[in-house]
Protein backbone atom coordinates (compact mmCIF):
# COMPACT_ATOMS: atom_id res chain seq x y z
CA UNK A 1 0.00 0.00 0.00
CA UNK A 2 2.85 2.75 1.03
CA UNK A 3 4.73 1.50 -2.15
CA UNK A 4 1.99 1.97 -4.61
CA UNK A 5 1.62 5.30 -3.44
CA UNK A 6 -2.17 4.83 -2.87
CA UNK A 7 -2.15 6.97 0.73
CA UNK A 8 -2.01 10.46 1.28
CA UNK A 9 -1.21 12.64 4.16
CA UNK A 10 -3.48 15.85 4.85
CA UNK A 11 -1.78 18.84 6.23
CA UNK A 12 -1.73 18.37 10.03
CA UNK A 13 -4.05 20.80 12.11
CA UNK A 14 -4.30 21.76 15.72
CA UNK A 15 -7.16 21.48 17.61
CA UNK A 16 -7.96 22.99 21.33
CA UNK A 17 -10.49 20.37 23.20
CA UNK A 18 -11.68 22.03 26.27
CA UNK A 19 -13.24 18.87 28.69
CA UNK A 20 -15.09 20.21 31.91
CA UNK A 21 -13.11 18.03 34.30
CA UNK A 22 -9.52 17.76 33.18
CA UNK A 23 -9.16 21.48 31.11
CA UNK A 24 -7.97 22.35 28.12
CA UNK A 25 -6.23 19.72 25.75
CA UNK A 26 -3.89 20.40 23.17
CA UNK A 27 -3.50 18.23 19.81
CA UNK A 28 -2.25 17.84 16.59
CA UNK A 29 -4.00 16.26 14.22
CA UNK A 30 -3.22 13.98 11.52
CA UNK A 31 -5.19 12.12 8.52
CA UNK A 32 -4.33 9.76 6.34
CA UNK A 33 -6.15 9.79 3.02
CA UNK A 34 -6.75 6.86 0.76
CA UNK A 35 -7.22 8.14 -3.15
CA UNK A 36 -9.43 5.09 -3.92
CA UNK A 37 -12.00 5.68 -1.42
CA UNK A 38 -13.11 7.69 1.50
CA UNK A 39 -11.35 5.93 4.05
CA UNK A 40 -9.45 7.89 6.32
CA UNK A 41 -7.03 7.58 9.67
CA UNK A 42 -7.03 10.44 12.29
CA UNK A 43 -4.19 10.80 14.41
CA UNK A 44 -4.17 13.10 17.25
CA UNK A 45 -0.82 13.32 18.67
CA UNK A 46 -0.80 15.61 22.49
CA UNK A 47 1.17 18.84 21.82
CA UNK A 48 2.37 19.47 25.47
CA UNK A 49 3.19 17.73 28.34
CA UNK A 50 0.42 19.27 29.93
CA UNK A 51 -1.82 18.16 27.32
CA UNK A 52 -0.19 14.21 27.56
CA UNK A 53 -1.14 14.29 31.42
CA UNK A 54 -4.61 15.70 31.42
CA UNK A 55 -5.19 12.94 28.76
CA UNK A 56 -3.65 10.57 30.68
CA UNK A 57 -6.07 11.88 33.54
CA UNK A 58 -8.70 11.56 31.75
CA UNK A 59 -8.24 7.73 30.14
CA UNK A 60 -7.93 6.99 34.22
CA UNK A 61 -11.33 8.66 35.14
CA UNK A 62 -12.72 5.88 32.11
CA UNK A 63 -11.46 3.33 33.31
CA UNK A 64 -12.63 4.02 36.78
CA UNK A 65 -16.29 4.50 35.87
Known sequence: LWNSR??????????TIKHPSVG???VTCNV????RSDLRVIVYT????TSL???KEL????TDA
Open 46 to 49: PETG
Open 53 to 55: RRL
Open 24 to 26: TIR
Open 59 to 62: RAAI
Open 6 to 15: SVDVYDNERK
Open 32 to 35: LLTR
